[in-house]
């Protein structure tokens, strides 16, 4: 069935289709229309689950791991200031192994003041333990909330889930989609049996303290269930793919990198505009490929360096700066690179902050620079795409 709906709506539309227990809701702009959806179609009864609507993002969070904690599944979204309230009790999350599942919308982060989009406040939460993906149309987050369910939910992965989605560009356009069968869903999902739940038949504890003889053994079992994801991320992507039609490559994506020598990699919905870009260098002759990073944790570094192993140039353009250093992005993509034998050059272009457009004539810009640096002239390392301001 084909429906036109935004970006928000279609991750509501996922997570119904999902069947959750309870969703904990908490607005915020741009994901408020998560919410509201999902609200009426309890109401509606067209979703048979508890709708929590609590008073902090904070409470959200909590009220998800408790649900998890007696093995039901569980919802709610957030972003930006909202995200990092609730970042103490993600940790407590991902520690104690609860596979909840979370949209982000993704925003600027204050001061200044901004609803608008960047990736700022996920990125700065990559060390919270969760597994975070994102995404580049609304089909891609519909299907990656079904998807997050499987993937967070297995039993080699116990690890949460945050799907996210670039703030506006993509919560509040509207696109045509396929919302796929509710029973074919059901067979792709089935119902959550968590070992990682309050039973009175097998008691355990659970969020419990322990001492430093201890502690650190808990946080590789952890680490090393991040790692397992990678092998469930594939598995999980080609069982979608058979059953609904729609692959999303796994972890990294690439397009026409197979004799690129110079190379753009993007994270999110501007991966589609950065697309066109390099058809029309194509059509002059130019030899530029497009990875499209879809997950940050697990980071693909094998597939990054596989992709990227024959390019002379690889630019990283991101929404987000890491004060004083570079691009997180960059730093994970550098740090990855920087084990091969022979390296590309590598180059971050910061841009896209607070909301501001980064538009198909900049994207030809960045790539063209990067040409001019596979051609010997020498450029900056870290770059930001049309600074305004003088500093």
Known sequence: MKKFVSGDEAVAMGVRLARPHVISAYPITPQTIVVERLSEMVEDKSLKAEFLHVESEHSAMAAAMGVSSVGARAFTATSSQGLLYMSEVMHYVSGARFPIVMMNANRSIAVPWSIYGDQRDSLSQLDSGWIQVYVEDAQEALDMIIQAYKIAENKDVLTPMMVNLDGFVLT?????????????????????????????????????????EHNMEFKYKQHVAMLNAKKVIEEVDKEYGDMFGRYYDGLIEEYKTTDAEVLLLTVGSITGTARVVIDKLRKNGQKVGLIKLRYLRPFPEEELQKISSKAKVLGVLEKDVSFGYEGTVFTNVSSALSKLENQPQIYNFLGGMGGRDISKEDIEDIILKLIDAHNGKKIDRVQFVNLKARV
């Open 172 to 212: 509040h356009t509207y696109e045509l989609i396929n919302l796929p069968n509710q029973e074919k869903v059901d067979e792709f999902l089935p119902p959550i049996d968590s070992i990682v739940k309050m039973d009175i038949n097998d008691p355990k504890s659970l969020c419990f303290s322990t001492s430093p």
